[in-house]
T-cell receptor, first 115, second 114 residues
């Protein structure tokens, strides 16, 4: 089955700096890669996703890049703010439509943005 | 956002108890899921229901028993649990499981088995 490795497990940055979280996956058939943000005591929420037919996607201060050949994808957060502090999870799935129910999650990255 | 609501939010139970977790979604979705979230482990998919039919059982022990009476409600019945079952149990829903639609999570039920 799919295996998703996520690094680093913890990341501390100064407000205004950029943060990068990387994930690798093992199943070359995976074609859907969402990122979830989970604030302390709250539910995971989708913040951005990418499908295998594109290499990069941006949404304001966040972006995701995908390298299918190397089987890795990354989350980039620019101009970090204290409210970006949370646990971020990457995930991968395969299927004709990008089957959500076969999502395999990484272990998460605890991002701390220091004011 | 209250699209997916879970009760109770916190539950402490003994190993011989029987309890249930409840999930309700108000999003008109057709698929519902149970996930387990333990410390320092990835989110683990437990069960998937699509149009009330169970389509996935991810090798979950029989002491966890799901029930989906309709597309809006999902239960997780718990009996004779072990301390290692203590975790955050997250319910989620999506429009359907195969189209790549966004999964929406509930706030979770914190379960402690003593």
């Amino acid at each position: 089955g799919e295996n998703v490795e996520q690094h680093p497990s913890t990341l501390s940055v100064q407000e205004g700096d950029s943060a990068v979280i990387k994930c690798t996956y093992s199943d070359s058939a995976s074609n859907y890669f969402p990122w979830y943000k989970q604030e302390l005591g709250k539910r995971p929420q989708l913040i951005i996703d990418i499908r295998s037919n594109v290499g990069e996607k941006k949404d304001q201060r966040i972006a995701v890049t995908l390298n299918k050949t190397a089987k890795h994808f990354s989350l980039h957060i620019t101009e970090t703010q204290p409210e970006d502090s949370a646990v971020y999870f990457c995930a991968a799935s395969r299927g004709s439509g990008g089957s959500n129910y076969k999502l395999t999650f990484g272990k998460g990255t605890l991002l701390t943005v220091n004011p | 956002e209250t699209g997916v609501t879970q009760t109770p939010r916190h539950l402490v139970m003994g190993m011989t108890n029987k309890k249930s977790l409840k999930c309700e979604q108000h999003l008109g979705h057709n698929a519902m899921y149970w996930y387990k979230q333990s410390a320092k482990k990835p989110l683990e998919l437990m069960f998937v229901y699509n149009f009330k039919e169970q389509t996935e059982n991810n090798s979950v022990p029989s002491r966890f028993s799901p029930e989906c009476p309709n597309s809006s409600h999902l239960f997780l019945h718990l009996h004779t649990l072990q301390p290692e079952d203590s975790a955050l149990y997250l319910c989620a829903s999506s429009q359907d499981p195969d189209s790549g639609n966004t999964i929406y999570f509930g706030e979770g039920s914190w379960l402690t088995v003593v």
